[in-house]
């Protein structure tokens, strides 16, 4: 592990990096690697942004989203640094082989074991954005109108729209420093938010598929393949359930393809990125996620009984 400002002298001193994130990648993922292309293009680097999976279209208002690459598995880039953002890097798929590079791993989740030299966790984070924020002051880049757009996104996004417990003080003063750079947040949202009809129409399809267990302490909405694929998104399907009275820990199940279910957890206060780590996955005590390649019914019991068990203790 190391310091934040030892990140920035190992960026500082390099010419030519690479940007990755996580798979499946969230509107934190996205704005922090496209924050740092914008910046360490100012600061007169060769920059790019490499995510091995299909892009979310609720992202597609960022600057720069156009020029994220993704790479093929045979692909061989070489770059001085790999910089993986918001997550280990167990998470970036072929971009770990592919790529030829000394790794900077910076990352906010509490699941981060820090496996290379060189990485920065700050668990106390709401987002990775706001770790950039702060490194792009230690690097001397000023904000201007792109950077502070996707860190905005990337800070409100991770927060709820700076509600969930994770926003502190810290955090809303960047966003303001991001206001003060032109951010418009009701553009952010608007765009970020809006979804199809016939995404609300699934979203409906989905609710009905709600079930209370663990005595009304958890809920959960279990959407098998059909339900799955119909959905173009499932953004914000969970933070439908999470409101429930007396709900702690809300779940959201998906299969995309046979044998292999995702799971999404959000708790008022257990910790869910335990029942995750459980799961091979992480995340964060409040919000924690990962894949289980078991068939939708095995994945639906196997969440449902380590949750209630989770709750019994
Ligand atoms: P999600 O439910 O996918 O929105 O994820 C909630 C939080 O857990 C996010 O911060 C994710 O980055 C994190 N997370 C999800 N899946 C995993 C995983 N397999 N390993 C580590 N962290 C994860
Ligand atoms: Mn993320
Ligand atoms: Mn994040």
């Known amino acids: 592990m190391i310091e934040l400002k030892e990140a920035a002298k190992i960026l500082k001193a390099a010419k030519k990096i690479a940007i990755t994130a996580h798979t499946n990648p969230d509107g934190d993922a996205i704005g922090s690697t496209l924050a740092m292309m914008h910046a360490l293009k100012k600061a007169g680097k060769e920059a790019f942004v490499l995510i091995d999976d299909e892009l979310p279209r609720h992202l597609s208002c ?141 979203m409906v399809l989905a609710l009905n598929t709600i079930e209370l267990f663990a005595n009304g302490r958890a809920a959960g909405i279990f959407l098998d393949e059909e339900l799955t694929n119909k959905a173009e998104t499932t953004e914000g399907f969970i933070d439908q359930i999470r409101i429930i009275e007396g709900v702690d820990i809300a779940v959201l199940l998906k299969c995309k393809k046979a044998g292999e279910c995702r799971v999404s957890m959000r708790s008022k206060g257990k910790d869910v990125a335990k029942i995750a780590e459980s799961f091979g996955g992480g995340g964060h005590v409040r919000a924690a996620g990962a894949t289980l390649k078991l068939p939708f019914d095995e994945a639906k019991r196997t969440v449902i009984d380590a949750i209630t068990k989770a709750l019994e203790d």
């Open 62 to 202: 960022l600057p720069g989203f156009n020029e994220i690459i993704r790479p093929n598995e045979t692909d061989k880039i070489t770059a001085d640094i790999l910089l993986v953002l918001d997550t280990a890097t167990d998470r970036i798929g072929c971009v770990e082989k592919i790529v030829s590079a000394k790794i900077l791993n910076i990352d906010h989740h509490v699941t981060n074991k820090g496996e290379h030299e060189a990485t920065y966790v700050d668990a106390t984070a709401a987002a990775t954005a706001e770790i950039v924020f702060d490194l792009l002051k230690l690097m001397e880049v000023p904000l201007d109108i792109d950077i502070a757009n996707c860190l905005y996104l990337g800070m409100a996004t991770d927060t709820g729209f700076f509600k969930y417990a994770n926003t502190k003080s810290r955090t809303l003063k960047a966003a303001a420093d991001c206001l003060e750079a032109g951010v418009r947040p009701n553009e952010i949202s608007e765009f970020t938010e809006q979804k199809s009809f016939e995404t609300v129409h699934t």
